[in-house]
Structure formats: C-alpha cells, structure tokens
C-alpha cells in the first residue's frame, strides 16, 4: 500500500479505499491532506485510531463509527495472546478511548456498544472472533444501508435539475458504499438530467471544496464550489431545486445535528419553498435524545479556524469559537431518508416506528 | 513612510493610515497582509489605484470612494504640465478606468462623478486645483458622517450587550474616520456595557478574522471570531442581541447589497426576532437603482476561493462561484443609519425624504 501518491489529473479514477485493513493494521486514508494527495495513517492501537478520529484524518458520522469497529478488531487480533481477563480489560480501555475521541456522531458510541456487547456474550476462547466478526457486520450493514439510501434519496429527487448538498456524505464519509445524501446525488445524476450541484466549502475544513467536490469529480460530475456565506443568497434567487444534507445525529423528535451551517440552509429552503432532505443510516438516530437540546456539540479549537491569520499566540490577542455542529429543528426537514425508506413528518412517530420494526 | 513593518504584539495601538497622500503619491494601506503585516502599495497613475481596488488592496464601499477620489488628486497634480484639453481628456480617461475597477459599490461611481464635475465647471486653469479640492472635500464629508453614524448607531445599540457585524466597516472600510457599523460597535463599547462582538471571519478575504478582529484588538475589544456558518445558529442559539452591518448600495425601496452573507444573517435575526440594522453613509444610496433587481452583483474568480486548495489547474476540474456580495431586501432590516440619522420602514418614503432634504 503505497503511502502517499499523487492524486491523477483524470476524473473518473474512483475514490480511494477510505479504510482498509492489511497484516492487523488499519490504514486511514488521510482525508486532509485530499485532494491533492492521498496519505494513510497507519493504526495498531487504540489511541492511534482515536488520534486519527479526533484529528479528523477521518471524518463522517458512519466511517467514524466504521473506523472505530476495524480498529478495535485490529486491536483485538494483536491481543489475542492475552490471558481471558486481560484481554476483556484491554478491549474494555480501547473502547472507552475510541469512543471518547469525538462527542456528537451518533454511530461511533453505537458502534463501539456493540463490539462491547458481542465481546461480553462470547465465550472466552471465540472473543476475538466476536469482535471481527461484529465489525465486519457493521461494515456489511453499512455497504447495504447507503445503496438503499442511495436509490431512496434518488428517487426523491426526480425531476430536480439543481441540487444543493452541504460537507460531505460520499463514500469518503461512510468509509465503505457510496455515501448517503451525496450517493443519493451521484446516483440521481445516473439520469442525466442533473444539470447542477451546488458545493458550499464547508469552513474551515472544506469537506465540500476538498472533498465533496473530489467526490462529484471523480464520479464524472462538475461540481460548483460557492462560498458558504453564498449559500442562502444562491438559494433565494432560485437557482437551487431541492437540498439534501447528511447528519450526524438525529433526535427522537427529528430534530438533525449536522455540520455546522446546515441550520442556515434549511432556514433558506424554508423561505424559498424548496425541499430540504437529510439522508442518513439508522445508526445516525438517537431515540435516547429527545430533542436538540439534549444532543453534544462539540466545540472545536478556535485555533483551526484563526491561526493560519493570528499565528500561534492568537489566543492572547482575539476569541474564536469554532462548534463543529448545528442544530437544525425538525420543522424545517421535508423528509428523512434512511434505508428502511422515506420519513416523513411528523417526526416522532415515524422515527419510533421505523426503529422498533427494526428490532 | 515604512513599506512594510509587523503588526506590534500590543492591542491599543491603533489602525495604521489607510489612506495616505505624500509627495504626489497616494499610499494604499495592503488590507490583504494585515493583521500580519502593514504594508503599502503606491499608486501614481490611474492604473496602479484601478489595481488597488480590483485587487482589493482596499476595499469597503466608502475606501473605495475615498481611493478614487485621492488617486485622481494624484494625477491631477501629475498632469498639471498639460494643455488644458490634454489635462481634461488624460482625467476623464483616468475616471473611466477608475470607476470601471469594481462595478457593485456605489459610492466609487459616485465619487468620480463628482470629480469629473468639478473639473468640467472649474476654468481651465483652476482645474487641478478643483480636482484636489473636492478630493479633499470628499474626504472631509466622509470623516464628518462616519462620526455621525457611529454615534446615532450607538444610540440604537443602546441596552444590547452582545453584538455582531459582518465582514469589516471599520476605518479600514472608510479609509478615514471611524467606519460606519463598527465605528457604531466601537463607540457603543465605550459605555462599559458591551460583553461580546461576534465577527463571522467573512471567506474567502477573512475582512471579518483580519480585519474587524485586528480594529477591535486595536480598539482594546477582545473579538469573537466565528465560521460565517455558524452565525445562524448562534443567533437561533440566542446568543446575539442585536445585529449591525454596513452596506455596498442601498436601492430607492430600502433593498441592501452588501458583502456575501448578509442575506443569511438577515433572515436568521428575523426568525430570532432581533433587530438587523445596516449602517451607511448617503453616498450609498442609489435612487436610481429602483430595487435589488437593478443593482451590479460583482462575481470575482472562482480562483479565489478554490485555487489553494485545487492548484491552479482548478479550472480544469471542478467550477466555482464567488459572488462577491448578495442582496438583503428592506423588509429584513429593522432601521437603516446615516449621517441624517435613522430610516425606518417604509423605506421608499424615508429614502426619498433624506436625500432631498440634502440638495
């Protein structure tokens, strides 16, 4: 596995693998370094693959949770020669480490829970087994959930030209299928009869510049990358037909935490009478939040948003705040699309439904 | 005068002069190095302060006007050797270019206008010298109403502790004076009584993280810097009390262009229900544009927002949009402060009153 090549000229080339497990290592495809190069991180332990979800090397609500499943499955295999007790201690500290690295994905804490769970139901001698095995469900689970999602998404959008999405929900987002809201946009533009796809940067990371944009170029779609600030101004003169945005987590009462800057958009697509869709797997709902309030943000350093201007010591100079998410009030989403289909409000009842006939 | 010197690590030393005339030689204070850096840029032809302005070496609605008018001073004074019909057609040569170099402010076509006029009714042989005196009759007035406009805007302001702005409307936007909106942010300040200044940074020229936080700093107002995108929801947050931007041209309705964003912020405080005010010199004011609809929205290079990041290639790859500003209409702003003092709602009437009470 090569670890840094330059990315191709051409379009059309594929994305890269976002995660991949080789000899009981996990490489993370280094998403900030794209799109001008393609790195791996490499991850043996559980406070590198913390590292590389905290450092936002990987990012995405369901390669975060999928990235914390290979990891603890690599962390498994290399403790395999452990005493039973030590080896349950060992998953039990890596987990808790992993799940720590980043507070408002809903997946991740998810995730790690159900490595735990299958851990804790083995046998001593198959717990290591469990653990693999269990991840690589989440990874076959999630491959399936964003087809759906894809063609679910696409069928809600025929007939709409002109799309808007918002950070990233491709497969760099997932880390495995072909994403969520922006599968959902690769997939309708199959038609042909896509003629635009608004990328809002997405400050200060650009995952719509650097990723999003990457994404639509390497699946053979021009992308048109518009400052964020331009995004509501761009959708009131009418020039956008429907918006369809990942999430992060998704409240009992269909209330969305998304990157920061979703709630801005949504409030624009209210005022123009255009269609504002959040695609996302079940794993992105959390019944136990009833509504916004109860969801973590997680504030970010102000540092990644002003010290490139200030330099080092801006702390001493000016205040940044930096909340890597909003919250979006359920009344302002047309409908949620997640692989069990289409919800549609109100809200509460349908997310109770769609998640008890799933169990 | 120094080209270039650093920026000192002391807060309450004051904004360097952004607008200076020595020896026949306007300096323009670069606003693209700062905070980093003060450094000036010399113009001694049309040229050189056409590319000051489309560079955006200045910029700021009332700079831009002030830029215009010092800058043909400057060539007057270079051509006062000419015959008197090669002096008038090397000035109306040098207003062409000058006005052409950015299409969305209204102050600069305004400002040339004038000039041109002056030299037009002075006899041949005061002409040089009616150009420099309106220069500096433009520069007079403008100092005058920017103290203006931060008082009365203060007295809005009055009981609202946490404030924000947008983009940058200080005396780096004015070029002399105090700004207009933060003139207002600053003079409010002195009461003891403000707690916070919001400052979304304003992507892709950071006039909000460079320029707005470095007068604040220097204004001994410790800023808080926010991605543009997460304005919306911290003011749905309830975090922000009252909301004050300045503006590139208002319309005869009381329709606002201003820097790309504003639109967003607009709509957000009227969910919010705080007040959106716009602060702005009469030299703003465009009755002849009837509504938004009529007003020049500058679209600069889609370089500028994606060209670090993609290579100078981008072109080739992906799209780019970057609309320099976007248009506010009346109804989402609260009152509307000049130097007359505040327009409140219907506009038309309010607009139509002020500017003829000025002729």
Chains 1, 2 share one sequence.
Request: net charge positive; glycine share 8%; hydrophobic share 45%.
């Amino acid at each position: 596995l090569a670890k840094t090549r330059i990315v191709p000229a051409k379009p059309e080339s594929g994305i890269p693998a976002v995660l991949l497990v080789r000899q009981d290592t996990l490489f993370v495809l280094d998403q900030r370094k794209l799109p001008r190069s393609v790195t791996y991180v490499t991850c043996t332990t559980a406070s590198e693959v913390a590292a590389a979800i905290t450092s936002m090397a990987v990012r995405g609500a369901p390669a975060i949770g999928l990235c914390a499943a290979l990891g603890l499955a690599v962390v498994a295999k290399r403790s395999a020669h452990m005493s039973p007790d030590a080896f349950v201690r060992k998953m039990e500290r890596a987990a808790g480490r992993i799940a720590a690295a980043r507070p408002t994905a809903a997946d991740l804490g998810a995730v790690v829970r159900r490595i735990l769970d299958a851990l804790h139901e083995a046998p001593p001698k198959t717990r290591v087994d469990a653990v693999v095995a269990t991840a690589e469900a989440v990874k076959t689970e999630l491959e399936a959930a964003c087809a759906r999602i894809s063609q679910e998404g696409a069928r809600l959008l025929e007939g709409r030209r002109r799309l808007m999405t918002y950070c990233n929900t491709g497969s760099l987002a997932t880390g495995v299928g072909h994403g969520t809201a922006l599968g959902a946009i690769i997939e309708a533009a199959r038609s042909g009869k896509v003629e635009k796809v608004w990328v809002p940067e997405t400050r200060p990371y650009l995952q719509g510049s650097r990723l999003t944009a990457f994404e639509l170029w390497c699946a053979g779609i021009r992308p048109t990358v518009i400052p964020d600030s331009a995004a509501p101004s761009v959708i009131a003169a009418g020039e956008v037909d429907a918006i369809v945005v990942g999430a992060d987590r998704i409240a009992a009462n269909g209330d969305v935490a998304n990157k920061i800057g979703t709630y801005g958009l949504a409030v624009a697509a209210s005022l123009a009478g255009i269609p504002f869709y959040v695609a996302a797997p079940l794993s992105t709902f959390d019944i136990g939040c009833r509504d916004a309030a109860q969801i973590p943000i997680e504030a970010r350093s102000g540092a990644e948003l002003v010290q490139e201007v200030w330099g080092k010591a801006w702390g001493r100079r000016i205040s940044a705040y930096y909340p890597a998410f909003d919250v979006t009030p359920g009344e302002f989403v047309t409908a949620i699309v997640c692989e069990e289909g289409v919800l549609e409000p109100p809200y509460p009842g349908a997310i109770r439904s769609v998640l008890a006939a799933r169990q």
